[in-house]
């Protein structure tokens, strides 16, 4: 499985932005899979934000809950995550992540992109 980032870029806070991650590999036709967004800023650790899992249940961590909204396209193998009011401590590289039964929120990820730069000025 392929996966490509796209949508970063860097505004104000309080800004909005979405995210893109399409998904490429002929697994995903043939199994359900669970899809999610890290992040990782400059000298911390990476951090799960955002999954949905192949029930349809969405989790996210504190930081973003009621800001950020994850969500996906099976007909085109892509999942958005949405952002609403960033704040300058968002800023950083997220990155997509896939991955086949079991998986969820806290599970290891077996597939990765490379990521896509977010940044939130004051």
């Known amino acids: 499985v392929d996966l490509v980032e796209s949508g970063g870029a860097s505004v104000e806070a309080g800004g909005s932005l979405t995210l893109s991650c399409a998904a490429t590999?002929?697994?995903?036709?043939?199994?359900?899979?669970?899809v999610g967004w890290f992040r990782q800023a400059p000298g911390q650790e990476r951090e799960e934000i955002a999954v949905?899992?192949?029930?349809?249940?969405?989790q996210y961590a504190t930081a973003v809950k009621g800001r950020f909204a994850i969500s996906r396209d099976n007909n085109k193998n892509t999942v958005y995550l949405q952002m609403l009011n960033l704040k300058p401590e968002d800023t950083a590289m997220y990155f997509c992540?896939?991955?086949?039964?079991?998986?969820?929120?806290?599970?290891?990820?077996?597939?990765r992109g490379q990521g896509t730069q977010v940044t939130v000025s004051p």
């Open positions: 949905q899992d192949i029930y349809g249940n969405k």
């Open positions: 590999g002929s697994q995903l036709a043939r199994s359900s899979y669970c």
């Open positions: 992540a896939v991955d086949f039964p079991p998986c969820g929120y806290g599970y290891s990820w077996e597939y």
